[in-house]
């Protein structure tokens, strides 16, 4: 529909479709095309991609075009429904041998999945950056608990505690803390996505789409990936204020 600029209104609407004759030494002209008159009959709307490339017709007719024979094919799409899609390639790959190219709909678009991956790998840097940003407060609470228990690092130092044990324990508070808030913000973030595949609170808006709603999948992947995330900045950001609890020195009269 939008390669042509024809809508519903346009049906019926007869059509002269021009095919490089197969016999003819060039097309620069028109004499190196074959003419055919046909009918349109309706438009579909997919996304930018199928809508400016594909056209469908009948597969007699398309024969009869390029003057192939009547049972000739240039493709065979297989729709796996619950099966593993690199295994089926593998068998197809082992029946057909290599006189066939066989490709996943990942490999015939991989332009789009690349851009769609790098989207993905961009957002995940840029909430990485609002978690350093974060950090800081961390950096900043860490510090003035440190100040606040001057008293008590110096009773544990003339108790015989050392400096590793000292700074363990700032580790551990601000791990501690990255745990209670990077496992909420998971947690919520699991039910927000439940509630959206269930209940399909966001929609999309237009007609343009094959489905109403904003698609979401959780990957256990990618919990564990932010996890750890959470977990290196915030034993990154604990280290300054516990390294300067176990070295500084601390007097009970401070």
């Not at 930018?48 to 240039?74: C, G, H, W």
């Not at 593998?90 to 006189?99: F, H, M, P, R």
Request: hydrophobic letters at 50%.
């Amino acid at each position: 529909e939008n390669a042509i600029g024809l809508g519903f209104e346009d049906a019926a609407l007869p059509l002269t479709l021009y095919v490089p004759d197969k016999k003819a030494r060039t097309i620069a002209q028109l004499e190196g095309l074959n003419s055919y008159q046909t009918v349109y009959a309706g438009t579909f709307l997919v996304q930018q991609e199928f809508d400016n490339k594909y056209v469908f017709t009948n597969i007699d007719f398309l024969r009869y075009m390029l003057d192939m024979p009547a049972e000739a094919v240039s493709a065979v799409e297989v729709h796996c429904a619950n099966a593993s899609v690199d295994k089926v390639q593998a068998s197809l790959q082992q029946a057909l041998g290599s006189a066939f190219l066989r490709e996943t709909r990942f490999e015939q678009n991989k332009s789009l999945f690349k851009i769609m991956r790098s989207e993905k790998w961009i957002i995940y840097a840029m909430l990485s950056l609002i978690l350093v940003v974060a950090a800081f407060n961390m950096i900043g609470a860490l510090t003035m608990l440190v100040l606040e228990k001057q008293k008590d690092i110096a009773v544990l130092k003339a108790m015989g505690a050392s400096a590793n044990w000292i700074q363990g324990i700032y580790l551990r508070e601000g791990l501690l803390l990255a745990t209670i808030g990077g496992g909420a913000g998971m947690l919520l973030a699991a039910i927000v996505c439940w509630a959206q595949v269930k209940f399909k609170l966001i929609a999309l808006q237009g007609n343009s789409f094959l489905i109403d709603y904003y698609p979401v999948k959780m990957i256990w992947e990618d919990f564990l990936l932010v996890g750890i995330t959470i977990v290196v900045i915030a034993l990154l950001a604990s280290w300054l204020p516990s390294r300067k609890a176990s070295v500084q020195s601390f007097s009970l009269k401070s």
